[in-house]
């Protein structure tokens, strides 16, 4: 998510420059030299042509929507590329404690690194959900899940979070050579 924000934002942000610098341009040249033609086109027929435009248009009606629903688009990206802090309960009023995902993942990627019959792990943590996914070391353990489970489900528990998130844990097998 962070990724699509970074990106709509550089989008913009030269969006944004580049309009500036033309216009910016304009204003220069019209300043220094009244009768040089300018980079932007004239407004004149631009504005003859638009002063025909009613605002009961379909092209005004179609415009207003395309720009609600970017707007809205934009909105919603925004609502949801927070950090993904997790919050704590806290300690003292007037004292706020949150962690990183990472943080909580990492704790709970040691536990479950650290049971027997575990070759790897991956831990990836949300504010919602932490979802570890684990490969056998080779030997059939059908109760492998079911301790990988508990075992970051105590993890989790263990922490002074707010709100639990959803654990979910899969083991694959070992490949075999």
Do not use: N
């Not at 005004?60 to 802090?85: K, P």
């Not at 300690?91 to 019959?117: C, F, I, K």
Request: aromatic content about 2%.
């Amino acid at each position: 998510m962070r990724l699509v924000i970074r990106l709509l934002t550089v989008l913009l942000g030269l969006v944004l420059l580049a309009a500036g610098a033309l216009l910016l341009t304009e204003i220069v040249l019209l300043t220094m030299f009244p009768d040089v033609t300018t980079p932007l086109p004239d407004t004149s027929s631009l504005e003859d042509e638009l002063s025909a435009v009613s605002w009961r248009s379909t092209v005004v009606r179609t415009g207003a929507a395309v720009t609600a629903v970017l707007g809205l688009v934009l909105l919603w990206f925004s609502l949801r590329a927070g950090r993904g802090e997790i919050r704590l309960h806290d300690p003292a009023e007037g004292v706020t404690v949150v962690t990183r995902p990472r943080s909580l993942a990492r704790v709970v990627g040691h536990r479950v690194r650290a049971e027997q019959g575990v070759a790897k792990a991956t831990v990836v943590a949300r504010r919602g959900a932490v979802r570890v996914t684990a490969v056998g070391d080779g030997e059939e353990s059908e109760d492998l899940e079911h301790r990988l489970r508990e075992t970051a489900r105590t993890a989790v528990d263990e922490l002074p979070l707010v709100s639990a998130p959803k654990v979910s844990v899969t083991v694959r097998p070992a490949k075999r050579d």
